[in-house]
Nanobody
Framework: QVQLVESGGGSVQAGGSLTLSCAAS????????MGWFRQPSGKEREGVAV???????NYADSVTGRFTISQDNAKKTVYLQMNSLEPEENAMYYC?????????????????????WGQGTQVTVSS
């Protein structure tokens, strides 16, 4: 059974940085897509960034240039380096995964394309 465990959330001032980690276990597929979604309180869950087993990445326009997604295949871990954080980015951040490559076009950011989810880690950005 696939399990995703997030870590690295916390509180930071606006303009600060955080790095989130997502460790996968029970995952035996050679082709996969893993990434990060976030859900502010009372709002919809939105895609932030994803990476596939070949290293191809997709980012939401709002984080391009500030966030970087990466992976350590040996550790089956995906990271999200977040710089220049803004108060509007207060949210629960979730790790998600699916077998096969990341969906093409805007499909990568649809939560319904990912069957595996972590429990989430809270990111709080104060102004």
């Amino acid at each position: 059974q696939v399990q995703l465990v997030e870590s690295g959330g916390g509180s930071v001032q606006a303009g600060g940085s955080l790095t989130l980690s997502c460790a996968a276990s029970g995952y035996t597929y050679s082709s996969y897509c893993m990434g990060w979604f976030r859900q502010p309180s009372g709002k919809e869950r939105e895609g932030v960034a994803v990476i596939d087993s070949d290293g191809s990445t997709n980012y939401a326009d709002s984080v391009t240039g500030r966030f970087t997604i990466s992976q350590d295949n040996a550790k089956k871990t995906v990271y999200l380096q977040m710089n220049s954080l803004e108060p509007e980015e207060n949210a629960m951040y979730y790790c998600a995964a699916r077998t096969g490559p990341c969906p093409l076009g805007g499909g990568w950011s649809s939560r319904w394309m990912y069957p595996y989810w972590g429990q989430g880690t809270q990111v709080t950005v104060s102004s």
